[in-house]
């Protein structure tokens, strides 16, 4: 979820860098195997061009923490692709690519509309509960501003 910080603003440092006549730093190529498998099994995202050309070791250190369930057959790729789903579409995430890619990727492992919908629906079941664990909490919050108020 955090990687989008960098898929937002690195191509934005990179042409406010360009427009302000600042090169990056040149640097020497580095072996980046995580990165490498990523875009190898078809889960790579152009979208982080931008940040692996300014630090490929950061971003494939990332890649490396999450890169394994890709990969690791201990959840078939249906299963992957449906709780990548699951994680771009939630209401905290909205990842509008990352779902766009996880669907495709989806239906082409055998998931069916329904099951894919299912998950969305679970998504939506994610916002209910971050509702109802809020509102006393806010109640709460509110009944202490009165009495603070007097």
Known sequence: MAIHSCSLAAPILLEEAE??????KAST???????????????????WDPFLSLDPAWTDKFMATGAGIYGSGVLPPKEVELLSV???ASFTHMFAPGTRRH????LKAGASIEEIFA????????GVQ???????ILAEELAAHAIRRG
Do not use: R, S, Y
């Open 19 to 24: 427009a302000a006549g600042v090169q990056p």
């Open 29 to 47: 190529p580095i072996p980046t195997p995580a990165c490498d498998k990523m875009k190898a099994l078809g889960q790579w995202n152009e979208a």
């Open 86 to 88: 699951a994680f771009d």
């Open 103 to 106: 669907i495709h990727n989806a």
């Open 119 to 126: 998950v969305l629906e679970l998504c939506v079941a994610q």
């Open 130 to 136: 971050a509702i109802n664990l809020g509102a006393p």
